[in-house]
């Protein structure tokens, strides 16, 4: 058995569904997976005939009112991507669920959903067929003339799926629609780790979506046909008939293992190998399975992931639940995974199929996305609605069972393996050999006040957003905290509506450092919504340094702050051992401390347009501005006469209340010696105060632009967090310095609340409801 390459490996680092019954809900899928509920729903004639289901088919003897469907699957959230009203009620439903898909799954997995220029993700995606344009958008005649021929294609055709999302989130990896009938998202999943493997991307995602309007919602039962006589997908079971259709999504986001494990990714499981192909002629049918092409392929991904098959306790099966299709399918198993071994433990089969119905294109990521959660559950879960197992199939003899009640896995070999099985009509085969993630390397955790930054596109949804923040950390161990907030700080898009907050003991209950009184906020409790402000963005940061304030205090600061930790450690080294007075040493002290708080200020973001210095501050802007190296200022401090050599400044630097200083002026060491004497006392503000936004740097931080200083945390770092919360609010910070996010994990935290608003034409209603409606 191999060992696991890192670069041969594949991880599954992000997740997003949409599936009937659970929505969004990764943990809500995982209990009704676990317990065997299934989400399918029934309508009632008088609903089926308003959706426009033609009355012959509603009143047919044969007619099954039945179906597993999305809620709110006739919303999007246009706003989020900008799509026009109009622009998003004639896109096809499936693609829009498709991009809100991909947009949550790269934020679970802690990657920004718009990306940076140069990035190389690929999308690798498909969808149903697009039955809304049939039976919605065509009837519309307005509809259609208003959107021209190549808006409606546009928005219409299979071949946008893929490059639409690329297009939307600025993924620059391959963008690749997939079709390959029910086995497209699972050829998806195959096609992007083959893309992984040889480079053509770094990241790769991969899924599919399949939504119906609710004119499809009920079929036709035909005995032996693929679907069931009462709505029920009973996979594996004697009383097995079919399968029963659903709608639904989901994507997921992938990575080289080596990869993943270098950028500190949550690794959910493990992509040892896959494998695809197609019957031919080797079936009674087009339409048929064929036992033939399902062992073969099965056997490739195994040979493929270097995997002995006796260590595979797990198949997510293909698993229609017909009377034909489920014993050929487990004739195909046994044929691999039949054992000689002894010790061989036993090989539960799995059919998700039987909890959200047959989900045609999605079916196979769907099917991925419930073992990769039953490996970090390390859980077998159970096949809905098996009672008495079909008596067609043999597995008797077999390695194979089929569990009817959620049971412990335990690992075979010392390892948690499984395999997804994905068959499409026509023949083309998918199987994908999974494993356990890798214990993640241990790591420093931190238990130091976080800064957690919130975005979105509408002020709603930011409250929304940053209620769950809340409530999310609320319930998260301190030791995580930092990895909460490298997420949401780093693998989220900052958009225009924002709130911050701090964790622990200065966190929401007891305020977050400075309120605006003229942010606009939602009028709901705890941390102000405010929209960036463009007008504070014109104006831009300054930092007046004074020095001044308590000389204790900035421990907090130390312990959780490298970039001032280092700056601190430098003046400490400088000053050991130095025959200096009591009254040097303090302004030392206070130099190094008023240069330290302005690094971080910078390394957190802030970009300051200006420094202003007061006494002794001046001589720390000259340090901040690199004017002077700090050993020069302190050198200066202690009266060495080895004389200093002034630079050009790098930001504009001006003593309090004249101008900005000039080259030459910089460059007169005469000016640093006084500097070096001065005193350390506060001065207020400049006297252009309007034109910036300026944060005083002393030994501690105080924002100048509006808060009262008498809300700010009395801690340090705190109120050094609390300050670039409010800029970055603002819109006046940028990215961090990677000092500051040195062992740090992405971690699955909350993701964006899409503000759905209902965009769907609706299909013309049958006549005989039309005729009700008007009597």
Not at 80 to 106: G, H, I, K, N, T
Not at 484 to 496: C, H, M
Not at 685 to 697: F, G, H, I, T, Y
Request: aromatic share 6%.
């Amino acid at each position: 058995m191999a060992e696991p390459d890192d670069d041969a490996t594949v991880a599954v680092v992000g997740l997003a569904v949409r599936v009937p019954g659970a929505d969004r809900d990764l943990d809500r899928f995982w209990r009704h997976v676990a317990h065997g509920i299934d989400a399918v729903s029934f309508f009632t004639p008088e609903q089926l005939l308003g959706w426009g289901v033609p009355k012959d088919l509603v009143e047919h003897p044969d007619f099954v009112p039945a179906r597993a469907v999305l809620d709110g699957a006739d919303r999007f959230d246009h706003r989020l991507f900008s799509y026009s009203p109009s622009d998003s009620a004639l896109m096809d439903p499936q693609q829009r669920v498709l991009l809100e898909c991909a947009w949550a799954a790269l934020e679970h997995a802690g990657q920004p959903p718009v990306a940076a220029d140069g990035n190389r993700t690929g999308v690798y995606v498909g969808t149903g067929l697009n039955v809304y344009l049939l039976d919605n958008v065509w009837p519309n005649q307005r509809a259609v003339e208003a959107a021209g021929g190549l808006g409606l294609i546009i928005g219409s055709d299979k071949d946008f799926a893929a490059t639409r999302i690329a297009y939307k989130l600025n993924l620059q990896g391959p963008a690749v629609t997939v079709q390959a009938a029910c086995s497209t998202s699972l050829v998806a999943v195959h096609q992007a780790v083959q893309a992984l493997l040889t480079y053509d991307a770094d990241v790769a995602l991969a899924g599919a979506a399949t939504v119906a309007p609710p004119t499809r919602r009920g079929h036709r039962y035909e005995p032996g046909g693929i679907f069931s006589a009462d709505g029920r997908c009973r996979a594996f079971d004697a009383a097995a008939d079919g399968t029963v259709p659903g709608d639904g999504a989901g994507v997921v986001v992938l990575k080289r293992l080596a990869d993943a494990r270098r950028d500190g990714d949550t690794v959910h499981a493990v992509i040892r190998g896959s494998a695809i192909n197609n019957d031919g002629l080797r079936k009674a049918g087009f339409t048929a399975p064929g036992p033939t092409g399902q062992a073969a392929v099965i056997s490739a991904a195994l040979e493929v992931a270097g995997v002995d098959p006796d260590t595979v306790g797990l198949i997510e099966t293909h698993g229609t639940g017909t009377a034909l299709g489920d014993p050929i399918e487990v004739a195909a198993l046994r044929q691999v995974f039949d054992s000689d071994r002894p010790d061989r433990a036993p090989c539960a089969l799995g059919a998700v199929k039987s909890v959200v119905g047959h989900l045609d294109t999605a079916a196979g990521v769907i099917g991925l996305v419930k073992t990769v959660l039953a490996l970090k559950h390390r859980t077998v879960p159970p096949i809905a609605h098996l009672g008495t197992p079909n008596p067609r199939i043999e597995l008797a003899g077999s390695v194979f069972e089929l569990p009817v009640a959620a049971r412990p896995w335990t690992p075979i070999d010392g390892v948690l393996r499984a395999g997804v099985s994905s068959f499409g009509i026509g023949g083309t085969n998918a199987h994908v050999v999974l494993e356990a993630a890798p214990d993640p390397a241990p790591r420093r955790r931190r238990h130091v006040t976080e800064l957690v930054l919130v975005s979105a596109k509408t002020a709603t949804a930011a409250q929304e957003s940053v209620d769950r923040a809340v409530g999310f950390v609320a319930r998260t161990a301190p030791g995580d905290l930092a990895d909460v907030a490298y997420t949401l700080r780093t693998g989220r898009a900052e958009l225009p509506w924002r709130a911050v907050f701090l964790t622990g003991r200065h966190g929401p209950a007891a305020g977050t450092g400075p309120k605006d009184p003229a942010a606009a906020t939602t009028g709901a409790p705890g941390p102000a919504v405010r929209q960036v402000d463009a007008k504070a963005r014109a104006r831009g940061v300054g930092l007046y340094l004074t020095a001044a304030g308590e000389l204790t205090g900035n421990r907090p600061n130390y312990d959780a702050d490298p970039v001032y930790r280092a700056t601190a450690d430098e003046g400490a080294a400088l000053l050991r051992g130095q025959p200096l007075d009591e009254p040097a040493r303090e302004r030392a002290t206070r130099l190094v401390a008023c240069v330290g708080l302005a690094r971080s200020l910078r390394g957190r973001g802030i970009a300051p347009d200006e420094l202003a210095g007061a006494g002794l501050g001046l001589l720390a802007g000259a340090v901040v501005a690199g004017v002077l190296t700090l050993p020069e200022a302190v050198a200066l401090l202690r009266g060495d006469p080895a004389p200093a050599r002034p630079r050009p400044a790098g930001l504009p630097l001006r003593p309090a209340g004249g101008e900005a200083l000039t080259d030459a002026e910089c460059a007169d060491p005469a000016r640093w010696r006084a500097a070096a004497l001065a005193p350390a006392v506060p001065q207020p503000p400049p006297p252009d105060a309007d034109r910036l936004l300026w944060v005083e740097v002393g030994t501690s931080v105080t924002p100048r632009f509006g808060p009262d200083p008498s809300t700010l945390p009395a801690d340090r770092h705190a109120r050094l967090l609390a300050t670039v919360g409010a800029l970055w609010q603002l819109g006046l910070a940028g990215p961090w310095d990677p000092a500051y996010d040195t062992g740090r994990r992405r971690v699955p935290a909350p993701t964006y609340p899409f503000a759905a608003t209902r965009h769907y034409l609706d299909a013309p209603a049958t006549h005989l409801e039309t005729e009700e409606r008007h009597h």
